[in-house]
């Protein structure tokens, strides 16, 4: 195992060492990420002082107000992720369509990303995230962003919290990278995260719980209040699935009434967070199927989302199944 201290490049290289056909394809895809996230963290940091506060004036495709942030982390990921030549096609949140890079007419993978999911929190100074997914090119078409969240490559997360953390799984297990600004290098911190069997904390907004579909999840969450459970929502998904990863307990944005398949993105925000969980010995679900089993239809299409510590996932999965 890695040892604590070391930067995010070097343990990125050792991974491809690991893999004898390894042309380092992945390795640089994954720098170019690393590189987009420094610069966004810089501007994320310093969005207090410059004019990039408040409204760009526009909505995105979920229809939701666009702030200036958002377009500025949304540019950075395009042209860090264009240029590194490692992508065939881009998804974001921020985008419609994908898009299709001339320097990644030969990338062998595609990546889905959300460049700075909690944006409502950005005007309050909470804790914020950029999210991606990465899988390999398959039909060189729309639908390899269509594979089942089982086939990742590779997803992470970096949190813009009272430090900026990179998450990142290539499939062997989840490892925290903490960035030291006074030399830019992200260091590892948090080896091999794995979350706690049983936790503390329940997370979910719980001023829709007149409008949740899913039966007996009211009576699972007051059954959680009742072994001493505490409740902690910040409404910013990455800084949310980050507390549950460290200290356990679960998450949840579920169906309701309002959002027939919740709010959460599949593609770039459940998926993701779901591959995370599981290689952290976790459970993901929608309360139907895993998560990583779902074959999504569309790019931006919503699912409901529960995912946490085996103890939780267990009683739940009680819940939703004898409803
Ligand atoms: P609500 C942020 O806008 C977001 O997409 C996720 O980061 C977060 O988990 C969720 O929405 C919060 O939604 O309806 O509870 O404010």
Not at 16 to 34: C, D, F, M, Q, W
Not at 63 to 89: H, I, P, W
Request: contains cysteine.
């Amino acid at each position: 195992m890695a040892k604590i201290g070391t930067d995010l490049n070097s343990f990125i290289l050792e991974e491809e060492r690991k893999y004898p056909n390894a042309t380092g394809s992945l390795s640089r895809a994954l720098v170019a990420i690393e590189s987009a996230t420094k610069v966004i963290a810089s501007h994320v940091r310093m969005a207090g002082l410059a004019d990039v506060l408040g409204k760009a004036g526009k909505t995105n495709v979920q229809g939701e107000e666009v702030q200036k942030l958002d377009e500025l982390a949304n540019r950075l990921m395009v042209e860090y992720l264009s240029q590194c030549g490692e992508f065939f096609a881009l998804a974001s949140e921020e985008l419609e369509e994908p898009i299709f890079p001339e320097e990644g007419k030969n990338g062998k993978y595609v990546i889905a990303f959300d460049p700075l999911d909690g944006s409502s929190n950005i005007d309050v100074n909470v804790s914020i995230g950029t999210i991606f997914s990465i899988h390999r090119r398959v039909n060189s078409d729309v639908s390899d962003f269509l594979q089942e969240g089982y086939k990742q490559v590779a997803a992470g997360y970096v949190i813009y919290g009272s430090s900026t953390m990179f998450v990142l799984s290539t499939g062997n297990g989840v490892n925290g990278f903490t960035l030291d600004p006074s030399v830019g290098m992200y260091l590892l911190s948090h080896p091999n995260i794995k979350i706690p069997e049983k936790g503390k904390i329940y997370s979910i907004n719980e001023s829709n719980d007149k409008k949740w579909i899913d039966k007996g999840l009211k009576d699972y969450i007051e059954s959680l209040k009742e072994e001493g459970y505490t409740s902690r929502y910040i409404g910013s998904m990455v800084a949310d699935v980050h507390r549950t990863l460290i200290k356990g307990g679960m998450f949840a944005y579920p169906a309701d009434s309002k959002s027939k398949n919740g709010k959460l993105r599949l593609l770039y925000e459940a998926a993701p967070m779901a591959f995370l969980t599981v290689q952290a010995q976790g459970v993901a679900t929608t309360g139907k199927e895993d998560i990583l089993n779902v074959k999504p239809t569309d790019i931006h299409q919503r699912v409901p989302v529960f995912l946490g510590g085996k103890y939780e996932m267990e009683k739940l999965k009680q819940v939703l199944i004898n409803g």
